[in-house]
């Protein structure tokens, strides 16, 4: 499995501001990932974070809105730019170990006000 | 097309009742990996099991139990004997293997009452 801390488990912020959020694995891994998951929904997947290189989006979503960093092969922090109330979901990291099992992150509840 | 179809989208039992929650894929990959998560109210999400596609054996662990059948791209998993605690939103997944993504379903939110 994998051992993986996200920060903050939660907050409540205002319109038009930004929020970073961390994800902490507990090993090197190559590829993590970035979802939402909006009040009732499934998981949305944002983008993929590798190392030493640009993150990758999906389909409607922008690097402007949600910049992600990627310094080490433990650490990425996702943030949430210029928030609107749509904004209000959760955030989960994940990683994938050598066996394709997907492991995530606790998630980071966020409600913008 | 790659998708999970998860066709319940609520169910309510009463505790000790089994219940089974429903996964269809669609895939046109001849190797793929299937995955079941819960997600209690928390929030977090708990890997269940991983299936491989060329392992049809059906699985047990505990009170949960997964029937794979490749010849109906199904992959449902069981609850025997059902507990309060297992009141959560259960998601079925597809792996991709070429862009290491999961596919998700859009969950099953099971509800057991005492």
């Known amino acids: 499995s994998a051992v993986i801390s996200q920060k903050p488990s939660r907050d409540i912020c205002q319109r038009g501001t930004s929020l970073t959020i961390q994800c902490q694995v507990d090993?090197?891994?190559?590829?993590m990932f970035w979802y939402r998951q909006q009040p009732g929904q499934s998981l949305t997947l944002i983008a993929t974070?590798?190392?030493?290189?640009?993150?990758?989006?999906e389909s409607g979503f922008v690097i402007d809105k949600f910049p992600i960093s990627r310094p080490n092969l433990t650490f990425s922090t996702l943030t949430v730019s210029n928030m609107s109330p749509e904004d209000s979901s959760i955030y989960l990291c994940?990683?994938?170990?050598?066996?394709?099992?997907?492991?995530f992150g606790p998630g980071t509840r966020l409600t913008v006000t | 097309a790659q998708k999970v179809t998860q066709a319940q989208t609520e169910i309510s039992v009463v505790e000790k009742e089994d219940v089974t929650l429903d996964c269809v894929y669609e895939?046109?990959?001849?190797?793929?990996?299937l995955f079941w998560y819960k997600q209690p109210p928390s929030g977090e999400l708990v890997f269940l099991i991983r299936?491989?596609?060329?392992?049809?054996q059906n699985e047990i662990s505990g009170r949960y139990s997964w029937n794979f059948q490749k010849s109906t791209s199904s992959f449902n998993f069981t609850i025997t004997a059902s507990q309060v605690v297992d009141s959560a939103v259960y998601f079925c997944?597809?792996?991709?293997?070429?862009?290491?993504?999961?596919?998700f379903g859009t969950g099953t939110r099971l509800q057991v009452f005492p």
């Open positions: 994940s990683v994938v170990r050598d066996n394709y099992e997907q492991y």
């Open positions: 090993s090197q891994v190559t590829m």
């Open positions: 974070a590798n190392q030493g290189s640009e993150a990758t989006y």
């Open positions: 895939t046109r990959d001849t190797t793929y990996y």
């Open positions: 299936r491989n596609s060329f392992d049809e």
């Open positions: 997944a597809l792996f991709q293997r070429d862009t290491d993504k999961l596919i």
